[in-house]
């Protein structure tokens, strides 16, 4: 019986450490890296940056794949529906992990369900008019929105879009009621505010950057806790007035729920170190984006806490997309 038992213990550990090899060698095969954007997009962009320095570490192709539309639910239904093996992983962004839950009635995924890799960036939201727009500062134009509420027009990228809802985080924050103008993308909704079609617009800094560089588009705030390196002479919403405003697009990396545990940790820490270099980082800076390393801890605690304050300015706000 001892001899027995010994012999089971003995097939135990050995397959232990068969189980144990094996975890230690992922990744043994490409693996596909899900970006809910179509190609040449910021978040696109930055993938593919990201990816060729995971590539060097890992020793193994990422394999950028555009899965877009419907506020990225295709791509993100997909890595929730993939094996956990550790060879799918995605771009999940506030859409994915804050705002969707609360904008529609019933989604394929569960954004609390996946296993939460780590940050990867994030795209600070400002308030821009056109360069010949009246409104020199904030406080005129909000002068302006509050003297005749409703006349005041702001595209967003479209209807449940980090524009639009900082938008509507703004009108809570400052009393004011504002037309919201929805595009499809941020290019028309920037190229109708450069015509003066629309009055304002809430802009992130990689899809307005080459426009306030070239003088096109007015800043007048930027919606986030210090002056951002690109605008210093630009206040923040906080010393031009509007407290507690802070908004910012941003995205991290996912797998599917019960993700192999080996793979997300190694994942997750080479992750940070591509993240952490000073030359990956520059290029993401000059993109107008803040790189925002993060362990999947950190990340799901975060993605939690933005859940749960868009989730009230979407209700406040009687938001629905479905």
């Keep these: 019986m001892r001899w027995k038992t010994f012999g089971i213990g003995l097939l135990l550990a050995g397959a232990g450490l068969t189980s144990t090899a094996m975890a230690a060698d992922w990744p043994q095969s490409?693996?596909?890296?899900?970006?809910?954007?179509?190609?040449?997009?910021?978040?696109?962009?930055?993938?593919?940056?990201?990816?060729?320095?995971?590539?060097?570490?890992?020793?193994?192709?990422?394999?950028?794949?555009?899965?877009?539309?419907?506020?990225?639910?295709?791509?993100?239904?997909?890595?929730?529906?993939?094996?956990?093996?550790g060879y799918t992983v995605g771009t999940a962004d506030s859409g994915t992990l804050a705002y969707n839950v609360s904008l529609y009635r019933s989604l394929q995924y569960d954004p609390s369900a996946f296993t939460y890799v780590g940050g990867l960036a994030r795209f600070p939201l400002m308030l821009a008019?056109?360069?010949?727009?009246?409104?020199?500062?904030?406080?005129?134009?909000?002068?302006?929105?509050?003297?005749?509420?409703?006349?005041?027009?702001?595209?967003?990228?479209?209807?449940g879009s980090p524009h639009h809802l900082a938008l509507e985080m703004f009108e809570q924050?400052?009393?004011?009621?504002?037309?919201?103008?929805?595009?499809?993308?941020?290019?028309?909704?920037?190229?109708?505010?450069?015509?003066?079609?629309?009055?304002?617009?809430?802009?992130?800094?990689?899809?307005?950057?080459?426009?306030?560089?070239?003088?096109?588009?007015?800043v007048l705030g930027v919606a986030t806790p210090a002056r951002i390196d690109l605008l210093p002479d630009v206040p923040t919403m906080a010393e031009?007035?509007?407290?507690?405003?802070?908004?910012?697009?941003?995205?991290?990396?996912?797998?599917?729920?019960?993700?192999?545990?080996q793979a997300s940790q190694r994942m997750s820490q080479v992750l940070m170190q591509a993240l952490q270099d000073p030359a990956i980082a520059q290029r993401i800076r000059d993109m107008g984006v803040e790189p925002m390393p993060m362990t999947s801890e950190q990340f799901r605690s975060f993605a939690e806490r933005e859940r749960s304050e868009w989730a009230g300015v979407i209700q406040r706000a009687g938001i629905r997309l479905d």
């Design 30 to 85: 490409s693996i596909q890296w899900v970006v809910p954007y179509p190609a040449g997009g910021g978040s696109d962009v930055i993938a593919r940056l990201v990816a060729k320095q995971l590539e060097t570490t890992l020793g193994q192709s990422l394999v950028v794949e555009n899965k877009p539309g419907a506020a990225t639910i295709i791509g993100a239904t997909y890595v929730a529906n993939a094996k956990p093996d």
């Design 129 to 159: 008019v056109p360069q010949g727009s009246p409104y020199k500062t904030l406080a005129d134009l909000l002068a302006a929105a509050r003297a005749e509420p409703e006349k005041l027009t702001a595209s967003s990228a479209g209807s």
């Design 173 to 218: 924050l400052t009393d004011t009621k504002i037309t919201h103008v929805p595009y499809k993308g941020a290019a028309p909704a920037i190229q109708d505010l450069l015509g003066g079609q629309v009055d304002m617009s809430f802009v992130d800094s990689a899809a307005a950057l080459s426009n306030i560089k070239a003088g096109k588009l007015r």
């Design 240 to 261: 031009a007035g509007v407290k507690n405003f802070q908004a910012y697009a941003w995205q991290g990396m996912v797998g599917p729920k019960g993700m192999d545990a």
